[in-house]
């Protein structure tokens, strides 16, 4: 797996953990004190995280850091 591929695959697993809490971008932001755009480039596979940022949004979503990254 490249790094385009593992940031595309990370941006799908973050949507779909945050649709299952019926979230918005705008939600996630405000549980993880980022803005929706970060969230989105996120998403998008545009950016690549720091393990503290995904820290982050797994403990805003309430789930292990494992569990965001097992793909």
Not at 43 to 54: A, D, M, Q, R
Request: charged content about 30%; some cysteine.
């Amino acid at each position: 797996m490249n790094k385009e591929e593992l940031k595309r695959k990370l941006g799908q697993q973050i949507v779909e953990l945050r649709t299952q809490k019926g979230w918005s971008q705008a939600d996630l932001a405000r549980n993880c004190n980022k803005d929706r755009q970060a969230i989105e480039k996120l998403e998008n596979g545009k950016v690549n995280p720091t393990l503290y940022s995904l820290f982050e949004i797994a403990n805003a979503l309430e789930i292990p850091l494992k569990k965001l990254v097992s793909f």
